[in-house]
């Protein structure tokens, strides 16, 4: 038994998911049982939300939730047809009849159970069952979404619970040292650990949910990302990567555009008011990164970044906390990108960052920002600069063909 | 508390919805609870259709209904999103939510229960719910349909499960005695009785779904057909018309064109080949309609018109059927329209037919064929003539203004 999912762009028209069902087709040929997660057909999921937009300012989660979630169902019994029209009897289940249940939290759930007894059930009758990739129902029956690229994490939560593998079908035919629309050279990795891929995930590159490595990682779950449209041999994401393999000191570079970077000039002196800030801050459960502080004409301004959804509330936040304070103002900057380098190697290659800051100063990019972690390190720069940053990184560290 | 539905084209756009949205919320205002069933935005279930026949030539029956299901849920969570952005905490409802349970024939499905005191419990806390029509699920959890028009009886069976009145709206503005679109001198009535109603809706008239006003009669539930876009008095569907009315001998005229003639000449003489045939025909759920023969040169030639969607069955069932015999041989003709007459107060009145075949006889109209019941006079005509015939009926029996 095997977990695949293909994404929007996989199924995009009534042709692309004809094209998906012959490729579940070739599988069960050669005797093998599949089930099959799908997304909303191309971009059905933004237009379902400009609708949403239409007749609400600020949409109900719980009707969103519900709105959203046909997308998928539309696809899920679309497939089943295909299927059911090549000869193979095929059927479709949404979350309600797959009993997928998730926490309440509308719009950004969470998986809590599913009801494997079910699925094993249909699958000695058959061997292709659709399922809605993206959706849930809470255990009052109110239907949830799992947030932006759901049906990865659906999927992946699927094959951890069946003790499966999973195969994530894009566009893309695996994961890349770089993005490949961004730099012509960027190479294809036969392999790339979880915690790399966790980190490449988090730091915006799309082939994978960062959600859904998580879960792959936890649950130990083979992983493998592959193209719907070729057979070309795609990525596997790992435990930890084939001896014969020499360990490349970084992986995979990336960039984040999603980023917003505020300015707090002439921070109050007062411990209390940095204090009150960040409490402020947690409490609304906003990730704050890139934290830095300069010192000028006797004044000290604060910057850190925040991702851009969270951008409103933060400066709501920013206000009502240093209310009691006076003389300081707050700015925010869209046009900023982060440039991130990953790979468990760093871990034992010493003069990482160094070799990192280097590769950006020689092409006379300025760092706003930095930060590190074990096996990443993370720059934030002008949008502008953001592809030279790329390619700097990638020539410095050898990603390119 | 008072059930409403509202069709496809009253719900048709972002804007439409939210000119509903304020309908019910002057409802509310008033202090009304209502439970508010919704039908698929304006031609959504039609290019749903299309899709899936872009997947498969015949696509299955299950997966058809998983996949339109999708087009209610879709308007009811807009509108229920439209309500709150009012200020009025609505929440959409799907047939899983509801346990609307319907019989497992995937398309055509019948009601069977519906879980009645989760939507008590639930008009408790709050004034409007909006429940997807047309769609149901079988106790296995399968997704259903009710058929087309399968929202008016959805609609209609909240009412009567919940012993309330109900509301139909769509773009007329109630029941005219013919439709306004094709003669334009039509009379809106205010009153309709529910056998009327039953005979028109069967007969081809759109504003009512026959299996609704079934439902409606049974349950003897009060039903109000109006426009969603004017306060313009509807019709009330009745059990009989209020005794101060005077009875009309006609209420309405109504025309089907979903009709196919098909003619067998030369018919084999034998009585086991007409027994065969009917047999063969009733076997296949077939109705069969305005049975005639004509003799002609010792040859028997027999006529008989069913509904254009189980044309193809027909046939296959004739030819089959007819087989041991031979010399016979089988056409069709789509080129037909069923004009009909429909009143209570036929019963009473002698010589209505006589009236109705006169009127079109006059206009030169040749009647290929004529069925009656107690209330009703049909004839079918070529569809050329089918607006003469409307026009001479309705002048007949004094229908227009």
Chains 1, 2 share one sequence.
């Not at 961004?182 to 294809?188: D, E, L, S, T, W």
């Not at 704050?288 to 936040?317: C, P, Q, W, Y």
Request: charge should be negative; proline fraction near 3%; aromatic fraction near 4%.
């Amino acid at each position: 038994m095997i977990v695949q999912k293909y994404g929007g762009s996989s199924v995009a028209t009534a042709e692309k998911i004809r094209g998906v069902a012959e490729r579940i087709k070739q599988r069960v040929d050669r005797g093998e049982k599949l089930v099959v997660v799908v997304s909303a057909m191309g971009k059905t999921t933004n237009s379902l939300i400009a609708l949403a937009e239409q007749v609400s300012q600020e949409p109900s989660p719980r009707e969103l939730d519900m709105l959203l979630a046909t997308g998928e169902q539309v696809t899920s019994a679309l497939l089943a047809m295909a299927l059911c029209d090549m000869g193979i009897p095929a059927l479709s289940y949404n979350a309600f009849q797959l009993g997928l249940t998730t926490t309440g939290s509308f719009n950004n759930a969470r998986i809590m159970d599913l009801n494997l007894s079910r699925l094993r059930m249909q699958l000695e009758r058959r061997s292709v069952l659709v399922v809605t990739g993206f959706q849930g129902v809470t255990p009052e029956g109110d239907v949830t979404t799992l947030g932006r690229g759901g049906s990865d994490t659906s999927a992946v939560a699927i094959a951890a619970k069946c003790g499966c593998p999973c195969e994530i079908y894009s566009d893309v035919p695996g994961v890349f040292t770089c993005d490949p629309n961004r730099v012509p050279g960027a190479r294809k990795l036969d392999y790339i650990t979880y915690d790399e891929m966790l980190e490449l995930s988090s730091l915006g590159a799309k082939v994978l949910h960062s959600r859904a490595v998580e879960i792959a990682k936890k649950y130990s779950v083979d992983l493998y990302c592959g193209s719907t449209f070729s057979d070309e041999r795609g990525t596997c994401v790992v435990n930890s990567l084939p001896e014969w393999l020499e360990q490349p000191v970084v992986s995979g570079v990336t960039t984040d555009s999603n980023q917003t970077r505020l300015t707090i000039s002439r921070l109050p002196r007062s411990m209390e008011a940095l204090s009150a800030l960040f409490t402020g801050l947690a409490e609304q459960g906003v990730n704050v990164d890139m934290i830095s502080t300069v010192n000028e004409n006797g004044h000290s301004h604060l910057t850190f970044t925040v991702v851009d959804a969270t951008e409103k509330a933060v400066l709501r936040t920013v206000r009502d906390v240093l209310a009691p304070w006076e003389g300081w103002s707050v700015s925010e900057d869209r046009n900023v990108v982060k440039v991130s380098a990953v790979g468990v190697g760093m871990k034992s290659a010493p003069g990482v960052a160094a070799r990192f800051i280097s590769a950006l100063s020689r092409k006379g990019i300025a760092m706003l920002g930095t930060t590190t972690s074990e096996i990443k390190i993370s720059a934030l720069v002008a949008t502008e600069d953001g592809n030279a940053a790329l390619r700097a990184l990638v020539e410095e560290f050898g990603l390119g063909e």
